[in-house]
């Protein structure tokens, strides 16, 4: 069986591009020319794995890849793979549980996403950067050693910091009319929010990098090209509608109080703690300026929050 680079949340926010890029990638590079994808989903009939099922070097497969076995890796000869977890409470364990059916399934290498660099330490209020940070240290352990990895630490998706302005320019567009803007970022602090996927292609570049021990351990930050503002936001709207925004609300948290009202069986408290993760933000830690350099080196981000606003117009 042909060696295989497992790509698991392939209709994700990063996984479709890096399935994207590496079935571009792999007929020009020698090493990898004879390297197939699996692309892995919940739901192989959606129109997002149909897609990616037309792509060259491409298998889509329909799995839940918390249930994936050492045994399920060897079968398919898995030698490396990307990895986007779910930021749910129980994160750690399913993912960590991977992470063990990897080493042991002899992967040489896995490239996860983890999340904003300054908030992966073991203080962290909010809770899911405390589960990448236990992942990041259960990977650096002697025990792991076998593994090489590599965690991505990118910034906030524009998609989600953008999305509230998008949709109060459709809305004005429709009915003339303006509702209040609500808006995560502070007004003035800078942010480097970057393409999920511009993420994709710098994690695809690096799953076939044939010298992958440069990588190994490392954690690298992502963020955009360009940084962004709530004020600067605010400007890209009003060029749009061609008059003032009325009513602006930064730092607004206010969907987490939606969220905590949906059915779950999570701790509403642990979930209210999100609210916690954009303090670094806010605080102007997330810059474009922090971008690793190796990430700048093999496949720098590219798409600026004013372009990526304009698809998302269009």
């Known amino acids: 069986m042909a060696p295989t680079i497992l790509v698991v949340g392939a209709t994700g926010n990063t996984g479709r591009g890096v399935v994207t890029t590496l079935s571009k990638l792999l007929p020009s590079i020698a090493s990898f020319s004879g390297h197939k994808i699996i692309a892995l989903t919940r739901y192989s009939s959606g129109a997002e794995a149909q897609k990616l099922a037309t792509l060259p070097h491409v298998e889509v497969v329909e799995y839940n890849w918390v249930d994936i076995t050492a045994e399920w890796l060897q079968e398919r000869n898995i030698v490396r793979v990307f990895i986007a977890p779910h930021a749910q409470p129980n994160q750690f364990s399913e993912e960590s549980a991977f992470h063990v059916a990897a080493l042991h399934g ?113 954690k690298y930050v992502l963020n955009g090209p360009e940084d962004i503002t709530g004020r600067q936001i605010v400007e890209l709207i009003e060029k749009e509608i061609g008059t003032k925004v009325e009513e602006v609300h930064f730092k607004d948290m206010s969907f987490l109080e939606w969220l905590v009202n949906q059915p779950t069986s999570e701790s509403k408290s642990i979930i209210l703690s999100m ?12 810059t474009a300026s922090t971008t690793s350099k190796a990430v700048l080196e093999l496949a720098a981000p590219e798409v600026t929050p004013a372009e990526y606003f304009k698809t998302m117009l269009s």
């Not at 962290?124 to 650096?140: D, M, Q, T, V």
């Not at 949709?167 to 009915?175: I, S």
């Not at 609210?275 to 997330?286: I, K, M």
């Open 106 to 218: 002899g992967v040489e290498y896995v490239v996860r996403i983890s999340t904003t660099a300054p908030n992966v330490r073991p203080d962290c209020k909010a809770f899911y950067p405390r589960s990448h940070w236990a992942i990041e240290a259960l990977l650096s352990s002697p025990e792991f050693n076998r593994l090489r990895w590599t965690s991505l630490q990118p910034n906030v998706f524009t998609s989600f910091i953008l999305d509230p302005a998008s949709t109060f320019v459709k809305e004005f567009r429709k009915t003339g009319k303006q509702g209040p803007l609500r808006l995560v970022s502070s007004e003035d602090a800078p942010v480097g929010i970057v393409d999920a996927n511009d993420v994709a292609v710098f994690a695809a570049h690096l799953l076939v990098e044939d010298d992958i021990t440069k990588h190994d351990k490392a």
């Open 275 to 286: 609210r916690y993760a954009v303090e670094s933000a806010w605080a102007g830690l997330c």
